[in-house]
């Protein structure tokens, strides 16, 4: 089993990087898929932001686990 912790602020640095990816691939590239590639993972980022959020502060880390069969 692997496992990696993300703080709230390291989960905003991911989700502002892939907000700008997404702008670049949107706006310089001009490829929409690759666009919604970044905005989906930007969500996925989001979605664990937003359940931190319901913890004390002292709590606020997300340990994500690979579980494999």
Do not use: H, W
């Amino acid at each position: 089993m692997t496992s990696i912790s993300f703080t709230s602020g390291e989960l905003l640095d991911i989700i502002s990087a892939l907000e700008e990816k997404e702008n670049l691939a949107c706006l310089v590239d001009y490829d929409p898929g690759l666009a919604a590639y970044y905005m989906n993972l930007g969500n996925q980022f989001q979605r664990i932001y937003d359940k931190l959020q319901e913890l004390p502060g002292e709590s606020r880390v997300a340990n994500l686990v690979l579980a494999m069969n």
